[in-house]
């Protein structure tokens, strides 16, 4: 099946600080991707759609000045968390679709600690 | 109202035993449906797509009712590697396509 990689795993770091997650489709071009974050016992919460070439769409409620989101090519997406604050710490998770299927493939996760 | 809810769970049971999740979704556009299932920190697998004629995958039934807008996970014969949290997702149509995720039932099964 498709494989979608996530890096980093995990990432520790001090408030103020910006990280950037990368999610990459393996073996499949994918023209759209999506960034979740996911708090303990709460399921997946869409952030933002990234589209491939143009600007990525946000959900209600996510800052996009906040949460910078890159898709230069139809294999890679990032996402930054810019001037990263502890209530920022949360498993982030990618997820892409292989063009007309349905079915998602998800990146391992990041789990971002901020101190 | 949220637009896909679960059984909150956590179920405990047996091995050996047959366990049900329940799953309502609110949005009669919903066009297709999905079971996942997430191991503690880790990313969320598919576990099988629900059709509207039922469907079998060994010991792991999936139904899905249109007119009373659930979707049923019936696994049987439980095994200990079942232990994890069953994301019932709901893909819906509302101008543009859009995945959404039900805050999962956790499922515990004890030797």
């Known amino acids: 099946g498709a494989v979608v990689s996530q890096h980093p795993s995990w990432v520790i770091c001090k408030s103020g600080t910006s990280v950037k997650i990368e999610c990459r489709s393996l073996d499949f071009q994918a023209t759209t991707m999506f960034w979740y974050r996911q708090f303990p016992k709460q399921s997946l919460m869409l952030m933002a759609t990234?589209?491939?070439?143009?600007?990525?769409?946000?959900e209600q409620g996510v800052e996009k000045d906040k949460f910078l989101i890159n898709h230069a090519s139809l294999t890679l997406s990032t996402l930054t968390v810019t001037s990263a604050h502890p209530e920022d710490s949360s498993f982030y998770i990618c997820s892409a679709r292989e063009n007309l299927n349905e079915k998602l493939f998800f990146g391992s996760g990041t789990q971002l600690s901020v101190l | 109202r949220k637009e896909v809810e679960q059984d909150p769970g956590p179920f405990n049971v047996p091995e050996g035993a047959t366990v049900a999740f329940n799953c309502t979704y609110s949005n009669s556009a919903s066009q297709s449906f999905f079971w996942y299932r997430q191991d503690c920190r880790k990313e969320p697998k598919l576990l099988m797509s629900v059709y509207s004629s039922g469907n079998e995958d060994g010991r792991f039934t999936a139904q899905l009712n249109r007119a009373s807008q659930y979707i049923s996970l019936l696994i049987r014969d439980s095994k200990l590697s079942d232990s994890a949290t069953y994301l019932c997702v709901v893909r819906v149509y509302t101008g543009g396509f859009k995945t959404i995720f039900g805050a999962g039932t956790r499922l515990f099964v004890k030797a």
């Open positions: 990234s589209n491939e070439g143009s600007k990525a769409t946000y």
